[in-house]
C-alpha cells in the first residue's frame, strides 16, 4: 500500500520510527501510529523535547516533548475580573475576555465558574514541581513520581497565559452540573477541555475535567468536533514539516 497518499501528515523522515511503533503496537491504525509518532509517543516523555519556537500563537502546542523556554512571558497578561476568581489570576487578553463571557453567560444559567489557576511563570511552575522535594530521594525518583501529577518547568500550558483551571481539582468536580455545562458549552467561548477521560496515554495526564485551554473559537469548535486531543489535532493538522 501507499501509505503517504492517504495521510498528508505523513512525514517520510519519520518511517523508521512508524514501522517501529506499529510492530509495538499492532492494534493501533496506520492512522493512529503516525499521529502518536508525530506527537513523539514513541519516545519517552521529556525525551526528544523541543524548545517551542511559537510561545505566543494562539495555536501554541505544550507538552511534555515541548517546551517554553525560562525566559517566556506572554506581553498581554490581564487580571481577570475579581467576580470569577478570588486571587488577582491573570490569563492573555483574549483568553480573559472570552473567559469573563463564559463565566457571565454560565451565570445566567445558575451555574457558577471560577478560576483557580491560570497564568504560571516558568519560575512559579518550577517551584512548583519542586515542591515536595526532600533529601531521601534522587532526582530520578522524584521525578517518577512527581511527573504523574505536574508538569516540569516549561512545559506547563499555564505558562501560555492560555490555559484555566476552574472550580476544583478534583476528578468529582466532573460530576458536579458546572463540569457538565463546561464540558456541553466551552467551546462556544474557545475553549477545549484538554486532557479528557480515556486519553492519557495520548495527553500524558491524568484526566482534568477542570482545565481548559483557550485556542479562540473557530479552533475550538473544530477540535471539540473532531473528537481528539489538542495534541493528535496538532499532530494531524497543525505541525509544520
Ligand atoms: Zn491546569
Given at each position: 500500500?501507499?501509505?503517504?497518499?492517504?495521510?498528508?501528515?505523513?512525514?517520510?523522515?519519520?518511517?523508521?520510527?512508524?514501522?517501529?511503533?506499529?510492530?509495538?503496537?499492532?492494534n493501533?491504525?496506520?492512522?493512529?501510529?503516525?499521529?502518536?509518532?508525530?506527537?513523539?509517543?514513541?519516545?519517552?516523555?521529556?525525551?526528544?523535547?523541543?524548545?517551542?519556537?511559537?510561545?505566543?500563537?494562539?495555536?501554541?502546542?505544550?507538552?511534555?516533548?515541548r517546551?517554553?523556554?525560562?525566559?517566556?512571558?506572554?506581553?498581554?497578561?490581564?487580571?481577570?475580573?475579581?467576580?470569577?476568581?478570588?486571587?488577582g489570576?491573570?490569563?492573555?487578553?483574549?483568553?480573559?475576555?472570552?473567559f469573563?463571557?463564559?463565566?457571565e453567560?454560565?451565570?445566567?444559567?445558575?451555574?457558577?465558574?471560577?478560576?483557580?489557576?491560570?497564568?504560571?511563570?516558568?519560575?512559579?511552575?518550577?517551584?512548583?514541581?519542586?515542591?515536595?522535594?526532600?533529601?531521601?530521594?534522587?532526582?530520578?525518583?522524584?521525578?517518577?513520581?512527581?511527573?504523574?501529577?505536574?508538569?516540569?518547568?516549561?512545559?506547563?500550558?499555564?505558562?501560555?497565559?492560555?490555559?484555566?483551571?476552574?472550580?476544583?481539582?478534583?476528578?468529582?468536580?466532573a460530576?458536579?452540573?458546572?463540569?457538565?455545562?463546561?464540558?456541553?458549552?466551552?467551546?462556544?467561548?474557545?475553549?477545549?477541555?484538554?486532557?479528557?477521560?480515556?486519553?492519557?496515554?495520548?495527553?500524558?495526564?491524568?484526566?482534568?475535567?477542570?482545565?481548559?485551554r483557550?485556542?479562540?473559537?473557530?479552533?475550538?469548535?473544530?477540535?471539540?468536533?473532531?473528537?481528539?486531543?489538542?495534541?493528535?489535532?496538532?499532530?494531524?493538522?497543525?505541525?509544520?514539516?
Amino acid at each position: 500500500m501507499q501509505k503517504s497518499a492517504y495521510v498528508p501528515f505523513f512525514h517520510v523522515g519519520r518511517l523508521e520510527r512508524y514501522n517501529s511503533y506499529q510492530q509495538k503496537n499492532p492494534n493501533l491504525s496506520w492512522l493512529d501510529v503516525i499521529t502518536h509518532v508525530n506527537i513523539g509517543l514513541d519516545q519517552a516523555h521529556y525525551s526528544n523535547v523541543q524548545l517551542i519556537d511559537n510561545p505566543s500563537e494562539l495555536t501554541v502546542l505544550v507538552n511534555k516533548y515541548r517546551q517554553l523556554s525560562d525566559g517566556y512571558e506572554p506581553k498581554d497578561l490581564e487580571t481577570i475580573d475579581q467576580r470569577f476568581n478570588p486571587d488577582g489570576l491573570k490569563l492573555r487578553h483574549y483568553a480573559r475576555v472570552a473567559f469573563e463571557k463564559m463565566c457571565e453567560d454560565a451565570l445566567a444559567e445558575g451555574i457558577s465558574l471560577k478560576a483557580v489557576s491560570a497564568y504560571r511563570s516558568f519560575s512559579y511552575q518550577q517551584e512548583v514541581y519542586n515542591r515536595y522535594k526532600t533529601q531521601d530521594k534522587t532526582e530520578e525518583e522524584y521525578q517518577a513520581i512527581r511527573d504523574k501529577v505536574s508538569a516540569r518547568a516549561g512545559h506547563s500550558e499555564h505558562q501560555t497565559g492560555l490555559a484555566v483551571d476552574i472550580n476544583d481539582l478534583e476528578e468529582s468536580f466532573a460530576d458536579t452540573p458546572e463540569a457538565k455545562w463546561l464540558a456541553d458549552n466551552a467551546y462556544k467561548y474557545g475553549f477545549i477541555l484538554r486532557y479528557p477521560k480515556g486519553k492519557e496515554l495520548i495527553t500524558g495526564y491524568n484526566y482534568e475535567p477542570w482545565h481548559f485551554r483557550y485556542l479562540g473559537r473557530k479552533l475550538a469548535a473544530d477540535v471539540s468536533k473532531s473528537g481528539l486531543t489538542y495534541d493528535e489535532y496538532y499532530a494531524r493538522f497543525l505541525l509544520s514539516r
